[in-house]
């Protein structure tokens, strides 16, 4: 019986160290994970939110008042959850990407990450050893089991930091793709009306001078602030070929909010 206890005690030893390096890491401190979707899906490891408080609407994206030429992504750098792994794998954008999935704002420093084309390292490391033009950011959807405060203000920590360590860089504020109504009026925590409230909140963050805000979501809603189902298998991520249309309209927005400033 002794035997049998020690042996149970050391496997479940072993179990909890490897989840405790698995992915990217627990989303914040006292956090149970909760049932992730299938690849490649978003890792919610939350717990359920209190009701958001309503802010000002995010102004309608800039029309080009003349044909404008997209902007290289040479120089660019992406930092997020699963959604832009996806746009690392099937976009065919020429940029740096720091991205896993399960993603947060809590734990985007815990581990180093391999950089396709630059190495295994932190995003410390990686923001001291190599200078970007332009610096895309998308998180918050394995945030919002959190007090929105708390997250913004976390969330606004990491804008500044990225802001100090490449101060030449453009940085772009990407909001959160919305999910299916499905999901959407299913899930415990995961809202699109949530969601509408944290992109308000990171717009804020924004000054439109080298800070700027990309809305994705007019391209991929169903006209009633959902993703639209034809675009997912899963509710939560486009399907692959449409990543492509994404990073076009990424390379052509990003040049539209620059011109327009």
Same mark, same amino acid.
Not at 156 to 160: D, G, I, K, P
């Given at each position: 019986?002794?035997n049998f206890?020690?042996? #149970?005690?050391?496997? =479940?030893?072993?179990l909890?160290?490897v989840?405790?390096v698995?992915?990217c890491?627990?989303?914040?401190?006292? =956090?149970p994970?909760v049932q992730?979707?299938?690849p490649?899906?978003?890792?919610?490891?939350?717990?359920p939110? !209190?009701?958001p %408080?309503p802010?000002?609407?995010v102004?309608e994206?800039?029309?080009?008042?003349?044909?404008?030429?997209?902007?290289?992504?040479d120089?660019?750098?992406?930092i997020g959850?699963s959604?832009?792994?996806?746009l690392?794998?099937?976009s065919?954008?020429?940029a740096?990407f720091?991205?896993?999935?399960?993603?947060?704002?809590?734990n985007? @420093?815990d581990?180093?990450l391999?950089?396709?084309?630059?190495?295994?390292?932190?995003?410390?490391?990686?923001?001291?050893n190599?200078?970007?033009g332009?610096?895309?950011? $998308?998180?918050g959807?394995?945030?919002?089991?959190?007090n929105?405060?708390?997250t913004?203000n976390?969330y606004?920590?990491?804008?500044?930091t990225?802001?100090? $360590?490449?101060?030449n =860089?453009?940085?772009f504020?990407? =909001?959160n793709l919305h999910?299916?109504?499905? $999901?959407?009026s299913? @899930?415990?925590?995961?809202?699109?009306?949530t969601?509408d409230?944290?992109? %308000?909140?990171l717009?804020?963050?924004?000054?439109?001078?080298?800070?700027?805000?990309?809305?994705v979501?007019?391209? #991929?809603?169903?006209?009633h602030?959902?993703l639209?189902?034809?675009y997912?298998?899963d509710g939560?991520?486009?399907?692959?070929? @449409?990543y492509? @249309?994404?990073? !076009?309209?990424?390379a052509?927005?990003?040049?539209?909010v620059?011109?327009?400033?």
């Open positions: 019986m002794k206890l020690n042996r #149970f005690l050391s496997a =479940a030893l072993l909890l160290l989840l405790s698995a992915g890491g627990p989303a914040a401190p006292e =956090a994970p992730p979707d299938t490649p899906a978003v890792q919610d490891e939350t717990q939110p !209190e009701d %408080q802010v000002q609407p102004p994206p800039p029309a080009p008042s003349e044909p404008v030429e997209p902007l290289s992504m120089d660019a750098l992406f959850d959604r832009v792994t996806g690392m794998e099937y065919g954008l020429n740096d720091f991205t896993c999935e399960g993603m947060s704002v809590y985007i @420093h581990k180093p391999s950089v396709p084309n630059v190495g295994k390292m932190t995003l410390t490391e990686l923001l001291s190599k200078s970007y332009k610096i895309y950011l $998308m998180l959807i394995n945030e919002l089991g959190y929105l405060d708390r913004i976390t606004s920590e990491l804008v500044n990225v802001r100090q $360590m490449q101060p =860089a453009t940085l504020i990407m =909001a999910v299916t109504e499905a $999901m959407s299913s @899930h415990d925590y995961i809202h699109n009306s969601i409230v944290f992109n %308000q909140r717009f804020q963050l924004t000054d439109g001078k080298t800070i700027f805000y990309l809305d979501n007019p391209e #991929f809603d169903d006209g602030g959902n639209a189902p034809e997912t298998s939560a991520h486009p399907y692959a070929k @449409h492509i @249309h994404w990073g !076009e309209w990424i052509m927005q990003s040049a539209v620059i011109k327009e400033e």
